[in-house]
Every structure is written in C-alpha cells, then in structure tokens.
C-alpha cells in the first residue's frame, strides 16, 4: 500500500471497470489483503496468528448468532435452554462447543500474537497505535469473554460474576455504585444476565471494528519482520496474494486440525466442571476460579495480601490487575532501543523469555487454590511482571549493546540461506531461483 | 518522564507485593479432609475406546440398559434425571414400543378438561420426571440432604465418570482415627467433604437382578450405572467423535494440499 512497487489494482472486465469507478471495494481487498500489499518475504509461522485471531473471531461470531437463536437469557430457563442446545438442537453441541473451545483458541491465538509483538518489538515506532489498538481488542475480548461465560449461568458463571463485578466495590466512594450498576441488583439476577447478554452480543461487533483500525493502522507502515529491520527496497518484499495467503492458508489447517481435536475428542478438558451445576447463589464453590485465559492476572489480583500505604490490600489487587494490562500500552515509551527485534538484542531476549515462563507460571499460580505455596510465589512473579516492564526493560533498553543488524532484509534472508547453497559471497544479489 | 513515572509505579507495586511475600503468615492448620481425599480410580470404559484414550470407542448397549435398570431400581428413588427424555433411550437399543412401556411406568402433571391439575401417564415425548417437588421437599424426605440430578453429573465433577465409579465402590466402614464422622452421614474419601448423607447405594451382590449373564456384583452394578450417567450427560458423545473423525481427516487432506501448493507459489523466493 504505502511502497511506490506495490501493483495497482487493475479492473479487466467492463463490469470490473464500472464498479471502480463508483465503489472501489475490489480495489480496496486488493491493497489490504491481495497482490497489491507488498510484505516483508521474511515473515515466519509466527506472523500467521493475526490472520488467525481474525479466523477465531468470525467463528466466535458466526457460532454466537446460532447459539443466540436457542439461547434464552432469563436465570430461571437459561441453563436449561443451554442443554436443550446440547440435546436437542440439531448439531447444538457442535455449535456450542465450537463456541466454548473457540474462546479459548481465540485467547491462546491472540496470546501468541501478542508475544510475538513483544519478541520482534513490534510495538516500536511507526507502530505504537498499531500495538495501542490491539491492546484495546484484547480489553474487549476480556470483556466479552467474561460475559459469556456468565451466560450459561452455571455455579462458576455466577460466583464468577459476583467476584469480577465485586472487585470494583474495591474503589472507595464509586465502588458499590459501579458494582450496582454492572449487575443491575445488588447481586448477580436476571437483570445481571440480560444486561450481559446483550453486551456479548454488542461487544464482538466492537472488536470486528477496532480490528478494521488494526489493519489499517498495520497498512500505513506495513508489517514489521523478524530482523526488524525496514524495507528497503522490492527485493525484500513479496505480494502478500498469493505469497501469504498460501503460507497462512496452510497455518489455518493446522490450527483447525488442532481446534477440531478439543471441540470433538475433549470438548470440556479446558472448562471447569463446576459450571455443569445450575447456579446456586445458596451455595458456594470451594475454588472460585476463572477460565485459563484469566489465570495470570487472576494470580495478581490475588498476590496483594497486605494492606500498604493505608490502601487495603483488596483495592491494591485491583489496581495492579488493571495495571498490569494498562502498562502495555506505555510500552513503546518504556522500551527506548532502536532496535526492534530480539534477534540483536541479546539480553532483551534473555529477559524476553524470562517474561514467558513468569507469565506462565503465574498463570498456573491463579488457577491453583489461594493458599500456601502458590500465593508467594505468585507475589514474587508478580513483583517480576511489574519490574520487567517498568524497570528493568525502561533501564536495559537504553544500556544494552546490540548486535550488528543485517543491512537489509535481503540480506538477513540470503546469510541464512545463501550458505545452505554453498553460494557464499560471490553474488548475493544475483542468487538464481531454484 | 513517562520512564519516571513508570519507575516510581513499578517500585510500588514491587515493593508492596514483595512486602507481603516477606510478611509472616498464620501456618497452615493441617487439614485432614485433604489428607483423607481420594482422587478417582482410573478405569477402563467401552465409550473411551482402545488404550482408554476417548479417541475412539462406542458406548456398549447392554451396559447401558444394565445401567439404566440399576439406576431405576436403585438410585431413581431419590435422584432424578430429568434432563433426559424418554425418547432418548432409543439411544440404548430399546424400540418405540419399549420406550412407551418404560414412560408409560411414571406419572407426570396435567391439566384435565375441567382446568384442574391432575396427572398422566409420560409419553416418549417427556423428561423423566423430577422424584422431590421442590428442594424443600427433598430435604424433608431426606433428613435434610438433596439428592442431585443425576443427568449431568459425569460432567460436573472433575473427572466425572471415573469419580462416579470410585464414589459409588468407594464407602468404607473404617474410619480413619481422630476424623469426626455424625452418625447420619457415611465415611466415603472419593467425597470432597469424606462425610456424605448418601448410604451406600450398592451394598450387596444380587441387589439388582440381570437378565444377560453379567455378574450380579456391586462392582459391575457401579461400573454399569456409570457407563449410562456418561451417555445422560454426554447423549451425543458417539455422533461428536465420529464427525470429529470426518472432520480432521478433511482437514488434514486440505492442509496437506495447501502445503504443496505453499510449496509452489514461494518455489522461487525462499533461496533469493
């Protein structure tokens, strides 16, 4: 789109011709998505998890307005309509667990694509509303995630909402009214659950539309790559049609392949079992816990057990689970080297990985009980999590000595390759295809 | 400035959540339901196929209408499954006739041609009906106990068709010493709470009389009436692996064919 090589879209029928004049949408697809959007060649299996989250979405979507159909969202019938999807709706339980799976494929995909931002610095300039605005889907993902699952009003869909809506009353003066207003009552009800329901329909559409800012906002720059470094020249891209397209077509077979596993050899292995008991609000789980994709800031919330400057440690939970997301989107000002990709960072890259087992591992913390050992270690990898963003990258950042970037990506791409074929130095540029 | 800032936030979160790591905190008083706990049996079961890997793998129908009989013989009297439709145990192997026989057997509310609530025979057409009015009425009858609904019980514990085996084989007489068990509940560790209101349901060989041969013992009842609360829970859990099976294979076949066409179209740009 933005390089003076990318091909222009060309009309070759009549009928082609006179529609562009009048609403250039074939013309559009073509610079987004087809041969006139020039991308970087180096792009590995990594890159592949945009176009899947955007995949994981419209299955959400498409799967969400069938489930809707049968769905009723009033608490006395809701569960029931829930199983009757399961029993007695053709295909109901493929649609519902295609649904229930699919969330957590969705958050999985995107957990992925944000890492790999993280790894290749892809939030660095041009790129900071780009990195801004994904943050605000994963935001909107959260939310709806949340929702849904309140939906189903099983045990762990209510104890879940009263526990999420009750960290707000964490705030002194606003806390209980937010908290009132979030459920409609002064405890989760109907009023909970239609107000919820209608939010999980809305919000989809939200994020289907900040993603449309996403990829326009990835179109002005054009995708980063793994050397990080800038497109120079055509030589260092290729037509993302058919090039990409092929390449992702072949990482959407692997990850239905991987999705079609759980959705119909162990479609509840990722649930919580709890939530096959209708809500009881007379009876409370022993472990209220949330679905995986929470379990690493459900461990913050939870890490905070002492009160601290005269802030109680409730509210001090609350502010660092909303913190921890919220710092993200400072990070392209925290982070101040100009090097992007880890590749040429060597100690970047330590860190980087450091970060992912501490971001695991706190995850296996939040799903574990609160006690004894997983509370401790849970601070102490929380005390990791907000020190890697806030301080130790702002001062590595500026200290690291990086390694030397390749000249361009060409380059980059020809250093790995070209020895494989014995070309060596002679004629880099020149290289025949094979 | 905005590196400052972040310095300061960080130090205090840092600094505060470090705080109470280091804080001293009450000791763990040991807790004897834990100890005494039971994780579930493994078993094997037809539904999870060869090496009990749930890839493959039909529900047996014998045991399922083996199952059936023992949960109408025994747990029906206090647990219901009203989930499940008469209907549904076309499912089993039995045909119309049979199943309007079976539903012919319970009794569900109406309305006669006077508009006065009365009671008629269920059809194919109804859920097995609820065996307590209310929660109330259960309690009552129950010395203050609820019976469950049996219909999704394999799915709402954590490995539930191996936990309703082990529950229903695991009651013991020897209580551990120093674990206070009320005489009106039973020593069960499969349990969460070890103490359960439920007397054990199947206590002696021959409690239930089968038609086919199977051995008559409470282990075969226990391993039967589980297989038919997995299919109560779970009806669809054949037709879902067997599409699964359809789906991966198209999948893997389209992949594969992505894959040589991924192969073509980057032929002459990954060595240049």
Known sequence: ?434 | MIRLGALAVGLLFVVNVLWGAIAPREAASPDMTKELHKHPKHMEWAHNGPGNLGVFGTFDRAQLQRGFQVYKEVCAACHSINRVAFRDLADLGYNEGQIKTIAAEYDVAAIDSNGEPTTRKATGADKFPLVYANEAAARAAQNGANPPDLSLMTKARPDGTNYVYSLLTGYSDDVPKGWVKPDTLYYNPYFHSINIAMPPPLAADGQVTYSDGSPATTDQYAKDVTAFLTWTAEPKLENRKETGMAVILFLIIMTGLGYLSYRKVWADVKKA
Request: with cysteine; aromatic share 16%.
């Open chain 1, 1 to 434: 789109m933005s390089f003076p090589w990318a091909k222009q879209y060309q009309p070759t029928s009549e009928v082609g011709k006179w529609m562009d004049e009048r609403l250039p949408l074939a013309r559009f697809v073509h610079g987004a998505l087809g041969p006139g959007y020039p991308t970087p060649k180096n792009l590995n299996a990594f890159y592949n998890f945009g176009v899947l989250a955007g995949v994981a979405l419209v299955i959400q979507i498409i799967t969400g307005v069938v489930l809707a159909m049968h769905f009723a969202a009033d608490t006395r019938v809701a569960f029931d309509s829930v199983e009757h999807i399961m029993r007695d709706v053709n295909g109901g339980w493929m649609i519902r667990y295609m649904h229930a799976v699919g969330a957590s494929f969705f958050f999985g995909v995107v957990y992925i694509h944000i890492f790999r931002g993280l790894y290749y610095g892809s939030y660095k300039p041009p790129r900071e509303v780009l990195w801004m605005l994904g943050l605000v889907i994963f935001l909107l993902m959260m939310a709806t995630a949340f929702m849904g699952y309140v939906l189903v009003w099983g045990q762990m869909s209510f104890w879940g909402a009263q526990v999420i809506t009750g960290l707000f009353s964490a705030f002194p003066v606003v806390g209980t009214y937010i908290q009132t207003l979030l459920l409609g009552g002064f405890s989760p009800d109907n009023a909970t659950l239609n107000r919820f329901f209608s939010l999980h329909y809305l919000l989809p559409f939200v994020t289907f539309g900040v993603i449309i800012l996403h990829v326009w906002a990835l179109h002005i720059p054009g995708s980063n790559n793994p050397t990080g470094v800038d497109v120079k020249s055509e030589a260092d891209t290729v037509p993302f049609h058919p090039y990409y397209t092929a390449k992702d077509f072949v990482g959407l077979g692997i990850y239905l392949i991987l999705f079609a596993a759980f959705v119909f050899f162990m479609p509840n292995s990722l649930g919580e079992p709890d939530n096959y008991i209708p809500a009881n609000p007379l009876s409370t789980p022993a472990h209220i816990v949330p679905e995986w994709y929470f379990w690493p800031f459900y461990a913050i919330l939870r890490a905070f057990t002492t009160d601290f400057l005269g802030v109680p440690a409730k509210l001090w939970g609350v502010l660092a689970m909303f913190a921890s997301i919220l710092l993200l989107f400072l990070l392209p000002w925290l982070d101040t080297s100009p090097v992007r990709s880890n590749n040429y960072r060597p100690l970047s890259r330590l860190l980087f990985w450091v970060f992912v087992v501490v971001a695991v591992v706190l995850g296996v913390c939040g799903g574990k009980p609160a006690e004894e050992p997983w509370v401790r270690l849970s601070q102490v990898l929380t005390a990791y999590y907000f020190a890697h963003f806030l301080i130790i990258l702002p001062i590595v950042s500026k200290l690291e000595k990086t390694k030397p970037l390749p000249g361009s990506i060409s380059e980059a791409v020809l250093a790995k390759y070209g020895s494989k074929s014995g070309g060596g130095d002679t004629a880099p540029l020149a290289q025949p295809a094979e």
